[in-house]
T-cell receptor
Framework: GAVVSQHPSRVICKSGTSVKIECRSL??????MFWYRQFPKQSLMLMAT?????????EQGVEKDKFLINHASLTLSTLTVTSAHPEDSSFYIC?????????????FGSGTQLSVL | TQLLEQSPQFLSIQEGENLTVYCNSS?????LQWYRQEPGEGPVLLVT?????EVKKLKRLTFQFGDARKDSSLHITAAQTGDTGLYLC???????????FGKGTMLLVSP
């Protein structure tokens, strides 16, 4: 099946630094990718929709200047957490939408555990 | 209010028992997907149901889509410790580009 690669899987950083997370669709082109945040034992919380070649669409309450999204190609979206603080520590997951004829599928990356000290 | 109500939120059972997880809504979905997620990993798609009344089986897992396409259930027969994980239902609605996720069911199967 289709594969979505997310990197890094784990990152520890100091407060005030920025962290970039990459999401790649390895064997299909994805015009749309999604970024989620997840707290322990809870469901996924959609942060933003990443659209190739245009601005991302952010969910209510998500700061677009804090979480910068770039979707410069059909196989790569990046999420940059700027000036990270301890409250930004979380599990971040991306997904890529594969548009097949009458059968749309969503594939998830393996997630990035961010710990801000 | 949660668009997709998933229940129960937590379930702890012994190996060999049966269980059912429910996903309910007042909205109609064009399709509904079930995912399983293990700690530290991304969700993995188990099944997609599209037709009202549809039943799909995946080994010991049985998925059902309600006739009105507003609800779905996941039934696991003779649970095994390897079934432990977070189960998520997610619905797609016409005119919406994003999936709506339920809050998830954390399943723990003990030996």
């Amino acid at each position: 099946g289709a594969v979505v690669s997310q990197h890094p899987s784990r990152v520890i950083c100091k407060s005030g630094t920025s962290v970039k997370i990459e999401c790649r669709s390895l064997d299909f082109q994805a015009t749309t990718m999604f970024w989620y945040r997840q707290f322990p034992k809870q469901s996924l919380m959609l942060m933003a929709t990443s659209n190739e070649g245009s601005k991302a669409t952010y969910e209510q309450g998500v700061e677009k200047d804090k979480f910068l999204i770039n979707h410069a190609s059909l196989t790569l979206s990046t999420l940059t957490v700027t000036s990270a603080h301890p409250e930004d520590s979380s599990f971040y997951i991306c997904s890529a939408r594969q548009d097949l004829q009458a059968n749309e599928k969503l594939f998830f990356g393996s997630g990035t555990q961010l710990s801000v000290l | 209010t949660q668009l997709l109500e998933q229940s129960p939120q937590f379930l702890s059972i012994q190996e060999g028992e049966n269980l059912t997880v429910y996903c309910n809504s007042s909205s109609v979905f064009s399709s509904l997907q079930w995912y399983r997620q293990e700690p530290g990993e991304g969700p993995v798609l188990l099944v997609t149901v599209v037709t009202g009344g549809e039943v799909k089986k995946l080994k010991r897992l049985t998925f059902q889509f309600g006739d009105a396409r507003k609800d779905s259930s996941l039934h696991i027969t003779a649970a095994q410790t390897g079934d432990t994980g977070l189960y998520l239902c997610a619905g797609a609605r016409s005119g919406y580009s994003t999936l709506t996720f339920g809050k998830g069911t954390m399943l723990l199967v003990s030996p």
